[in-house]
């Protein structure tokens, strides 16, 4: 094997497929779409992540909107190549062996390997065996022996692995800051040895989404390789690990531009800069579009931007065909899983996302009789999203929107369908007619979901936040805004006023141009959200980080 390597990506969870269940959210899916297009583009890279045996769990709706989960287990034999190597790393002064699986991803100039980590090894004690199982599982105990097996296993995994000369090692989150402690290591225990080599990202707009350990613990754990000025890295109380990761990279990136600003603020560092996230094209295209785009669009698997360019010669009677088509298999899922009849030549809307409050997963029902006057017969609404188990908040979200479909029936028809992974969010971006996002503005950090519904031609209804502020201001005409940019005083305040603005923006905008007779403002609309995927893809954003990052 050759002993250079321009990108070592790590990242805590990827999300290949639905079969290989080793991511949990956006973070997992964004990870993904960035390698199939690092593939895409002949670049010389390799992704290091965990090979983690659970890490989306099943869930199944009961009729009271109460919830069953059970664990997904998957083997990787099944859809992975073992390799022969072994790596050990100390923890708790021990040593753990960590063995690795392979998954190589084929794009138009190249592949890019995946390596899953793995400490489910022979010679290992059963609890370090369990170290990989579960995704983001356990206590803080648990989480730090993960991150070490990510970080500084993931390193030793590439020198064993034959990549003797890496040029940029990328943090994709501060999960995999201790990557940095292997390369002290290795460099004399130089900063200024490390730091050429590193870039970061961070994906986190509120400080309790970074992992922050106490230093006893660290110590306990990481044993010597807790350097001498740990505090100087990571933060005098606690070892934070995006201060780590800050700290020992040459450059800081936010996932958009508004969230490069919330950063900036958030973190204390005024040199943070953004890339702002994309979706693969070619992975969340329906099978129609892809055939309408290789007619009309040639080249476009090639080269996305090709999208923006020609997003007019695309006729509008078979946009509207390759939508219909689509968004039929759409609507025949909803009525074989869901107890309520769709009906294919309605305006149908889409939320489909974590189930988490910033993201205001109720806001469409903050006005129950607003929202019965506006729907009437002339919207139906689709749900997706998971909920943790042991979160009682999503867990009550998702049972008051069944008892809310309950109510509305007869007035509204609603869908809450479960088991929200990476093949259903393909049938729902792109069946979707308005792909509705509300999360409270500046908490959003970019949200590539409704990238993945405009490469379909479906209508973006959005807080302006993350990616939409962009995308709202580089084409108003491919979707709809809610409420004003600014904050407003509080919570409260914002959240009534983006309702009303939600209920306005569909009664006077979003229904009448559906309802009217030959939909040609609609299909225009459609045209324009496939122009911006022209820009917002993983291409451009993979293009942005050789320019900015990986820069050895």
Request: glycine share 8%; charged share 25%; proline share 4%.
């Amino acid at each position: 094997m050759k002993n250079t390597l321009n990108v070592a990506y790590f990242t805590m969870e990827i999300g290949l497929e639905s079969g290989i269940p080793t991511y949990a959210g956006g973070l997992g899916m964004l990870a993904a779409d960035l390698m199939r297009s690092a593939a895409d583009v002949g670049l010389d890279a390799a992704c290091i992540t965990g090979c983690w045996q659970y890490g989306y769990l099943h869930q199944k709706l009961q009729e009271d909107g109460s919830q069953i989960y059970e664990e997904m287990g998957w083997n990787p034999a099944e859809k992975l190549e073992k390799l022969s190597e072994v790596v050990c790393v100390q923890i708790e002064n021990r040593f753990v062996k960590v063995g690795c699986w392979k998954m190589e991803l084929t794009g138009e100039l190249g592949k890019v390997p995946v390596y899953f980590l793995d400490t489910n090894v022979e010679g290992n004690t059963d609890d370090d065996k369990a170290i990989m199982k579960n995704l983001y599982g356990g206590d803080q105990t648990m989480r730090i022996k993960q991150e070490i097996v990510l970080g500084i296993g993931g390193v030793r995994m590439l020198r064993a692995l034959g990549y003797t000369d890496v040029k940029n090692f990328h943090l994709n989150e501060g999960h995999s800051a201790f990557l940095t402690l292997e390369l002290l290591r290795e460099r004399d225990y130089k900063d200024e040895n490390v730091r050429p080599s590193c870039a970061f990202t961070t994906h986190t707009p509120v400080k309790a989404g970074h992992d922050v350990f106490d230093y006893d613990l660290a110590h306990r754990m990481c044993g010597d390789m807790i350097p001498w000025h740990i505090k100087k890295l990571a933060g005098e109380n606690a070892l934070s690990m995006t201060e780590l990761a800050m700290n020992l990279s040459h450059d800081t990136f936010g996932v958009s531009k508004i969230h490069g600003d919330v950063s900036r603020q958030l973190l204390g560092n005024n040199k943070v800069g953004y890339i702002t996230n994309g979706a693969h094209h070619k992975n969340w295209a329906s099978p129609e579009m892809k055939a309408l785009f290789d007619t009309y669009v040639p080249g476009w698997r090639q080269n996305p931007s090709l999208l923006a360019a020609h997003y007019r010669d695309l006729p509008d009677d078979e946009v509207w065909q390759a939508h219909q088509a689509a968004k039929k298999r759409l609507i025949d899922y909803v009525n074989a899983n869901a107890h309520v009849q769709f009906d294919p030549n309605c305006l149908t809307i889409v939320t489909a996302r974590r189930i988490v409050p910033y993201k205001r997963p109720e806001l469409l029902y903050t006005n129950m009789e607003r929202l019965k006057q506006v729907a009437h017969g002339k919207l139906q609404i689709i749900h997706a999203g998971n909920a943790h188990p042991h979160d009682n908040f999503s867990q009550d979200v998702i049972r008051h929107i069944i008892e809310r479909a309950k109510e509305l029936k007869g007035i509204v028809n609603i869908a809450y369908l479960p088991n929200y992974n990476p093949d259903l969010a393909r049938v729902l971006t792109a069946g979707a007619d308005v792909w509705l996002n509300t999360p409270t503005r500046l908490l959003e950090a970019s949200g590539t979901s409704g990238m993945k519904a405009c490469l379909n031609g479906t209508l973006n209804l959005s807080t302006l936040d993350g990616w939409w502020i962009e995308g709202y201001e580089k084409d108003p005409e491919a979707g709809w805004r809610i409420g004003p940019l600014a904050q407003t005083l509080n919570a409260d305040d914002t959240r009534m006023i983006d309702a009303e603005d939600l209920y306005t923006e569909l009664q006077y905008q979003v229904i009448p141009e559906y309802e009217y007779p030959n939909r040609t403002r609609w299909i225009h609309r459609m045209r324009r959200a496939i122009a911006l995927m022209g820009t917002f893809n993983t291409q451009v954003a993979i293009e942005n980080y050789k320019k900015m990052a990986w820069t050895n």
